[in-house]
Nanobody, 124 residues
Framework: QVQLVESGGGLVQAGSSLRLSCAASGLTSSLYTLGWFRQAPEKKREFVAAMAWRAGTSTYADFVKGRFTISRDYAENTVYLQMNSLKPEDTAVYYC?????????????????WGQGTQVTVSS
């Protein structure tokens, strides 16, 4: 059973940066993908970014391209989400997610493992 623990959320002003971390434990295969979703109040959970664990290739939602960067520390089993130029509309609970496949998917139902979420609030 893979366990995912997020950290790094907080309250920041528009234009600021935050880095989220997700520590993964219980990974038994490198053929795995880790990613980030977010859910704003009264909205559906949406895909943000993902990284194939072994290959290190990344995929992004269009609305974060150029502002957010996903990266990993392979030795530490940790994936990061660097968020720059934050906007009020980025306010959401950010969830780390995992799926036992090297191919990322943008649909929530395709992911099997979830963290508890970390709140990101961007004030205008």
């Amino acid at each position: 059973q893979v366990q995912l623990v997020e950290s790094g959320g907080g309250l920041v002003q528009a234009g600021s940066s935050l880095r989220l971390s997700c520590a993964a434990s219980g990974l038994t295969s490198s053929l795995y993908t880790l990613g980030w979703f977010r859910q704003a109040p009264e909205k559906k959970r949406e895909f943000v970014a993902a990284m194939a664990w072994r290959a290190g290739t990344s995929t992004y939602a269009d609305f974060v391209k150029g502002r957010f960067t996903i990266s990993r520390d392979y030795a530490e089993n940790t994936v990061y989400l660097q968020m720059n130029s934050l906007k009020p509309e980025d306010t959401a609970v950010y969830y780390c997610a995992g799926r036992p496949s090297p191919r990322p998917r943008m649909y929530e139902s395709d992911w099997t493992d979830w963290g508890q979420g970390t709140q990101v609030t961007v004030s205008s």
